[in-house]
């Protein structure tokens, strides 16, 4: 804050200049009335002495003092003056003194030697004033020679204090002063009006900067009259249209920045040299579970738990390249983050990081999916070219001459070659469904439930009767929705047809579809279902038994003829259809898998 106002300082300094005039003016007429009162009074004692030396007989070459004393007494009575006769060596010859002049002063004034008398024995009036320490006055004296000016008969002095004189000059002083001090209070009061007017358009050139700071930019510029602040207010008026510029480019910046981090899929947090977040996207607050509200400009140590991302952070402030790492949020759900931190430098010499987080959980489990993909799907196509391999070099080594052994041989490849078509078959119709997936150009029409399961119960009935399980089928004849029938009954002849293998004999299938309401939702969907009462499944191979190639028990599933790829087609058709497929198991009991498809 400023420590005067600008009025008062033109005030202030008004006024100092007006005391300081005044006080020079008062000073200069001090002295010069000082002046003007000893002239006067020296030409007043000049003219009783003149006056004195021509009235003064004089006989011969000399002056009779007992004249002289008769006509200064006269004198001094209406002059009140003290009146000496000297010799022109200085030498009193006679003294005539008045009440007010103390004889003793005037004897102790030195007449030998004086300067005056010197004056006057030169032919000279001579004056001169001296302060009587006896009686603490100043005093005045003054000498005119008596006869002729080449050579003086004697000197008349005469000699007078200042009391009435300074009495009258301090009186006349008083009067000047009182006169200064109404006119400096008029000058004041002048000067406050000026400098309030001069203050005027400088308070309102203030007031409409003020209010452009506050953001009122469509604020009016005074102008005023003076030159240099009409071509300050055209500066600021220039100025106004800058920042309105500016505050449009900022805020479309400022926009066009926002609405990009918060498109991204990447999460961005800013931090400050002190690890405050100063900026975090939507994303960032997702991945690291932060309201931006609450965490804004808080230390990092605070808000994230994660030690991990903390010295990550401090590393990305303190190193000058780019780094990059993978950390590990701990969780509801563990996640891969890969994290990118790029330090900030300003102009201050203070910075930051811009750390990028991307979320690549999803990614390396893709990854990892594939590479046990490759994996598996060599695996299993290994086994039966291996087998047909061994099997023909079996037979060009001789075995094919022996017919028991050449049919026996023959039987296998023939059985190893449908594996490897129906693993080649399976792999393609996965593709493909894959393919409708992603396109989301799979033709679906409205069908009738009960017919399709009909067909699937008829397909899979010749392997329930060769393995002695018995079939029930519950569907409402009126219940329908909207497929891609050829796709939904492969699902639920897979579902059924690993039902049946991986049921005891005796035991039964049943396939029932129902009309349900989605909980929470009120969304229509219908639910097929197929429950066994087979081995049952751990609750650990849940998670993954859609898997492509995944199998609980890998020697069964090949014993039973499995290509290990029926549970993921069918996670893909259900895919494909907007629906979902779950499965529900317990070890020893059975296990029920069942698919949701919207309702029509």
Known sequence: MPRTHFIWHLFASWCALLAAVLAGCSWLTSVELARLSDSAQFRRMSDVAAGLTKILPVIGNTVDPEAFATLAREITQTALVGIDLLEPSGAILAEVSTTTLN???????????????????????????????????????????????????????????????????????????????????????????????????????????????GGAFETPIPTPELAELSSLAAAIGLLREQLVERGLTIGRQGSQQEAVLGSMIEGVLAIDARQRIVSMNLAAADLLGLDPSIVMHRPLQEVVPNPDLRRFALRAIDCSQPLEDDLLLRGLRDRTIRVRGTALRDLSGDGGAVIVLNDVTDIQHLENVRRDFVANVSHEL???????????????????????????????????????????????????????????????????????????????????????????????????????????????????????????????????????????????????????????IEASHLPRLFERFYRVDRARSRKLGGTGLGLSIVKHIMQAHGGSVTVESSPGIGSTFTIQLPAC
């Not at 004033?129 to 000016?149: E, Q």
């Not at 035991?507 to 009120?522: D, I, N, Q, R, S």
Request: hydrophobic fraction near 45%; aromatic fraction near 4%; charged fraction near 25%.
């Open 103 to 213: 004889a003793e002063s005037a004897a102790h004034w030195p007449t030998s030697g004086d300067a005056i008398v010197s004056e006057a024995r030169a032919g000279r009036i001579g004056h001169t004033s001296r302060y009587d320490p006896v009686t603490g006055k100043r005093m005045l004296a003054v000498c005119v020679p008596l006869g002729p000016i080449e050579k003086p008969l004697a000197i008349v002095r005469v000699l007078a204090n200042t009391t009435e004189q300074d009495r009258e000059l301090f009186r006349s002083q008083r009067t000047i002063l009182i006169g200064y001090l109404a006119l400096a209070l008029a000058a004041a009061a002048a000067g406050y009006g000026l400098a309030k007017r001069t203050a005027r358009p400088v308070q309102e050139l203030a007031a409409a900067v003020t209010r452009l700071a």
């Open 382 to 536: 290994k086994t039966p070219i291996a087998s047909i391999k061994g099997f023909v070099e079996t037979l060009l080594d001789g075995a094919a001459d022996n017919p028991v052994d050449n049919q026996r041989f023959l039987t296998i490849i023939a059985k190893q070659a449908e594996r490897l078509e129906a693993i080649i078959e399976d792999l393609l119709a996965l593709s493909r469904i894959e393919q409708s997936e992603g396109e989301r150009s799979l033709p679906v029409e409205r069908v009738r439930l009960a017919d399709l399961l009909a067909a699937v119960m008829t397909d899979c009935l010749p392997r329930a009767i060769e393995r002695s399980i018995g079939l029930q089928l519950s569907c409402p004849d009126a219940l329908e929705a909207e497929m891609n029938a050829p796709l939904l009954e492969q699902a639920m002849i897979n579902l059924v047809d690993n039902a049946i293998k991986y049921s005891e004999p005796g035991k039964t299938v049943w396939l029932t579809a129902a009309h349900a309401e989605h909980a929470g939702v009120g969304m229509d969907e219908v639910r097929v279902s197929v429950r066994d009462e087979g081995c049952g």
